[in-house]
């Protein structure tokens, strides 16, 4: 019987270890932060500049209200530039709204 070695768990460093969302280099610093307190980064290579899409909620000041009903809505899809926001009173409100996010 061949003996099984363990998957090797990924390095936790492997996990901070930020790419270039366009080219994945590595080659990338820090730039300051973007106006939504983030930090920022930017590519030595591409010169792209990003901010790590964590999935992190938004400052309740950045959430809409509901036009239809007035509860805060959240977000449910970001997709390219764009967020979208849900009613918070789904399925009972089925309202959103789209907002660029620059
Ligand atoms: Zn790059
Ligand atoms: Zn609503």
Partial sequence: ????????????GDAKRIVCPRCRS????RYGR???G????RCK???????LSMRA???PQERPRCPACGSPMHVYMRRGGEIR?????????????KKSSG
């Fill in 26 to 29: 590595e080659a990338v610093h």
């Fill in 57 to 59: 909620p938004l400052p």
């Fill in 34 to 36: 973007s106006h939504e």
């Fill in 85 to 97: 926001f849900r009613c918070g009173a789904y399925p009972a409100c089925r309202s959103y709204l």
């Fill in 38 to 41: 983030r930090r920022r980064y």
């Fill in 1 to 12: 019987m061949p003996a099984r070695f363990p998957r090797r768990k990924s390095d936790p």
């Fill in 45 to 51: 290579l591409c010169g792209r500049q990003f901010t």
